[in-house]
């Protein structure tokens, strides 16, 4: 029993010691917390949100002024975004390889991932051209296209390597064209892999740039959510501030 007194009194006294060590260091956790204050000028930056330009060796993206590129758009490398062309949300344009380019008026829709082969198979450049006045669907993949002026492209459709849209032309939704296939101008294809459907009237030839320039008028509502200056003067003002400089 003297010895079983003797290890309870023993516990009992690690056990207080070890309770007065964390209450201490408890303390001296939240002093160091108060001590530790962020400064009033300083702004709190988000740094989470992904690069929109990213440059890739020698290669930087280049954006028109007038160009309305979403927040969330990934630019890599090769790529030219041309004036009153628009890149919609979460779309990947990804030059690393390769050239693309987004021709004057036109736009690439949500979610669309366009890339660039080395080379083509069929010989044909390997670029990924996408020339004036053509609207790209929303969730299309194109890989080393061509795509010449005043043309649709149906969402979901799918253009591979050395494939050729030409001028006048429409693509319907959910179509694939097969490497190297060339859509004759003034048609209208559809399927997978894409046939050929009719002739486009002379009616329907003129209603494809006029959705291309609803786009872009449209793009400008969302390009003022957006200020297409850098913001680093309000930091100049509040150091000007700091040292009592009039601004």
């Given at each position: 029993?003297?010895?079983?007194?003797?290890?309870?009194?023993?516990?009992?006294?690690?056990?207080g010691l070890s309770a007065q060590h964390s209450v201490l260091h408890r303390g001296l956790a939240t002093e160091a917390a108060k001590a530790i204050r962020p400064s009033n000028d300083r702004i709190k930056w988000?740094?989470?949100?992904?690069?929109?330009?990213?440059?890739?060796?020698?290669?930087?993206?280049?954006?028109?002024?007038?160009?309305?590129?979403?927040?969330?758009?990934?630019?890599?490398?090769?790529?030219?975004?041309y004036d009153g062309a628009s890149v919609w949300a979460g779309s990947v344009l990804r030059g690393d390889l390769n050239k693309i380019?987004?021709?004057?008026?036109?736009?690439?829709?949500?979610?669309?991932?366009?890339?660039?082969?080395?080379?083509?198979?069929?010989?044909?450049?390997?670029?990924?051209?996408?020339?004036?006045?053509?609207?790209?669907?929303a969730y299309s993949l194109l890989r080393s296209?061509?795509?010449e002026p005043e043309c649709i492209i149906g969402q979901h459709s799918i253009l591979m390597e050395?494939?050729?849209?030409?001028?006048h032309s429409i693509l319907e939704a959910g179509s694939v064209v097969p490497p190297g296939?060339?859509?004759?101008?003034?048609?209208?294809?559809?399927?997978?892999?894409?046939r050929f459907v009719r002739a486009l009237t002379h009616e329907e030839t003129l209603e494809i740039p006029k959705l291309a320039v609803a786009i872009n008028d449209l793009s400008k509502e969302h390009f003022s959510e957006f200020l297409?200056?850098?913001?680093?003067?309000?930091?100049?003002?509040?150091?000007?501030?700091?040292?009592?400089?009039?601004?």
């Open positions: 029993m003297a010895a079983l007194a003797r290890i309870s009194r023993k516990a009992l006294a690690s056990y988000d740094y989470r949100g992904q690069r929109k330009i990213i440059p890739l060796g020698q290669w930087l993206p280049k954006v028109a002024v007038d160009a309305y590129v979403a927040p969330n758009v990934v630019l890599a490398g090769q790529v030219t975004v380019t987004v021709g004057f008026c036109s736009n690439v829709q949500e979610r669309c991932v366009v890339h660039a082969a080395w080379s083509s198979p069929t010989g044909l450049p390997a670029e990924t051209t996408i020339e004036r006045f053509v609207t790209i669907g296209c061509t795509i050395g494939s050729l849209v030409e001028t296939r060339r859509i004759p101008t003034g048609e209208l294809w559809a399927g997978n892999p894409a297409p200056y850098s913001t680093i003067y309000l930091e100049v003002e509040k150091f000007k501030k700091s040292l009592g400089i009039s601004i």
